[in-house]
């Protein structure tokens, strides 16, 4: 199961938006995984003010990581041609990579984004 940057920022926040059939999913899941580049995206709405965590963003992935036993998913040259090769559906290049990820690895995602689906992932929010 891959998270998306907003199901990994409300998992984080205490579950958020996330229904409670998908707390008990995320819990019972083999693997629970987010791409790299939520990495890059919750540092840079941190720097540009768009959100604020009460620690440093490289501080707040690894207690993600620590507290949910996350693998953290590469944006390796697989992802990257991936990302590159998907149909002109989705134009924001960080959900790309991670619908990418999650296709490559047959993972489900967790996001309220339907735009996934069109590429013929299986969603729950």
Known sequence: ???DTCALLWLGAGGGKLSRTTL???ASSPVLAFSA???FEIAQK???????LSVSPDEWIRRAVDRFG????PVDTEV??????????????CDRFIIATAALNNWRVVTSD??????GLKTLL
């Open 1 to 3: 199961m891959l998270l």
């Open 24 to 26: 008990r999913e995320i």
């Open 37 to 39: 580049i939520s990495s």
């Open 46 to 52: 941190t720097c540009s003010g768009k959100l604020r």
């Open 70 to 73: 996350c693998l953290v998913a």
């Open 80 to 93: 990257a041609l991936k990302a590159a090769s998907l149909p002109n559906i989705h134009d924001d290049p």
């Open 114 to 119: 339907s735009l996934f689906e069109d590429y």
